[in-house]
């Protein structure tokens, strides 16, 4: 069963994550969601979106799933206008933070 469906989704939906991830894609987009949380701390996955080729959706279905990053507190989003979580580091591994460059760098090669 998928970590991206959830247990009272269809079986297409389990299908789908499942798929997702054993091609890598949803691997990939934690990636990338990592840095863009890591370069533009305390933004919504809508501001987010606007750095990225992935959609708002896909960027909100990443975040939850990132262990280095958490929730930041909720204001009025600048491009949906409404009232969204944003989304930072883990303040605890703010220490690390050349170490995780290192590790994305070396996954984009």
Do not use: F
Request: charge should be positive; proline fraction near 4%.
């Amino acid at each position: 069963m998928s970590q991206n469906a959830r247990t009272t989704d269809p079986v297409s939906s389990h299908l789908a994550g499942d798929d997702i991830e054993s091609s890598g894609i949803a691997g990939n987009q934690r990636r990338l969601v990592l840095a863009l949380v890591k370069n533009y701390p305390n933004k919504t996955s809508h501001e987010l979106a606007l750095h990225s080729h992935l959609d708002r959706y896909q960027i909100a279905r990443r975040l939850p799933e990132i262990h280095l990053i958490e929730k930041g507190p909720a204001r009025t989003c600048a491009v949906s206008k409404r009232t969204c979580v944003t989304w930072r580091m883990k303040t605890e591994l703010s220490h690390v933070s050349n170490w995780i460059d290192k590790v994305l760098e070396k996954m984009e090669r």
